[in-house]
């Protein structure tokens, strides 16, 4: 009788959190990461969410938060999903990735995918090598706040110092409050070309630390609400990623070469 209860209880709720009245509410990131978002309602990913929009008669809402406001915003419900999330364990307990029938990732289905590098001061003598620091001690390494990589570096066994935004994290380099930082690689690319004085500063250092597929996770009620529509939004992100249009949009913002290698 009780588990008869639970289930009716549950029902109601999950029709609660799953119904939509209105648009879609997808949430991202308050800081530029160049080329996928330069401002409000700005950027590649934006680009290619309204092809998506117009592909499927979707209407979407944009909600630009903190990053990690708009995670929290999205496991809570009050948003239903947050544009370019990179899979980690914690996010996929409450949040719904697009998978294939085996239970992994289905790729395909991606927005984009980016990678993080260190950066290092010129002067310092810390060094990453076969996936670890060298000559680090006891100091942070600078991850933006909320990002997935900062867990990456944790689970090495160091300790991080987060900061909002990329522009901030190479200030920090510049006062030496960092001796290195982990970027994202277009992003710190962008800054080093609109600040040339930083080259004399920071160096990218090695192999990436991370090369991230980039996803449109939905709150896992909603997804269990809507799940057909989830999908076809899935899909249509695809669709949208391979279309001329995109493509075009793409290799203007970062180049030919850079496009093949994104794409793979």
């Given at each position: 009788m009780f588990r008869?209860?639970?289930?009716?209880?549950?029902?109601?709720?999950?029709?609660?959190?799953?119904?939509?009245?209105?648009?879609?509410?997808?949430?991202?990131?308050?800081?530029s990461v160049y080329p996928w978002i330069t401002g409000d309602d700005k950027g590649l990913v934006l680009f290619?969410?309204?092809?998506?929009?117009?592909d499927l008669n979707?209407?979407?809402?944009?909600?630009?938060?903190?990053?990690?406001?708009?995670?929290?915003?999205?496991?809570t419900g009050r948003?239903?999903?947050?544009?370019?999330?990179?899979?980690?364990?914690?996010?996929?307990?409450?949040?719904?990735y697009p998978q294939n029938p085996d239970g992994s990732l289905n790729r395909e289905l991606r927005l984009h995918t980016d990678s993080f590098h260190v950066f290092r001061r010129l002067d310092s003598p810390v060094r990453w090598l076969n996936q670890r620091f060298e000559n680090l001690g006891a100091q942070p390494v600078g991850?933006?706040?909320?990002?997935s990589v900062g867990r990456n570096i944790e689970e090495l066994g160091y300790p991080v110092k987060t900061a909002?935004?990329?522009?901030?994290?190479?200030?920090?380099?510049?006062?030496?409050?960092l001796q290195v930082a982990v970027l994202q690689h277009y992003?710190?690319?962008?800054?080093?070309?609109?600040?040339?004085?930083l080259n004399t500063v920071m160096v990218e250092d090695g192999p990436p630390v991370k090369v991230a597929d980039q996803y449109l996770l939905f709150n896992s009620l909603f997804y269990a609400?809507?799940?057909?529509?989830?999908?076809?939004?899935?899909?249509?992100?695809?669709?949208?990623?391979?279309?001329?249009?995109?493509?075009?949009?793409?290799a203007l913002m970062l180049g030919t070469e850079a496009r093949v290698s994104m794409n793979k």
């Open positions: 008869v209860m639970l289930a009716a209880l549950l029902s109601l709720w999950l029709g609660s959190v799953a119904a939509i009245d209105g648009p879609i509410k997808l949430c991202f990131e308050d800081s290619e969410l309204a092809l998506v929009e117009k979707q209407k979407f809402d944009y909600i630009r938060l903190p990053w990690r406001r708009c995670l929290l915003e999205v496991q948003i239903h999903a947050a544009i370019a999330a990179s899979f980690n364990s914690e996010r996929a307990s409450w949040g719904s991850v933006q706040l909320g990002y909002r935004s990329a522009e901030d994290l190479t200030r920090m380099l510049e006062i030496g409050v992003e710190a690319l962008r800054l080093l070309k609109a600040k040339p004085e609400g809507n799940e057909a529509q989830v999908r076809s939004i899935w899909s249509a992100i695809e669709r949208a990623r391979k279309s001329k249009k995109y493509q075009d949009e793409e």
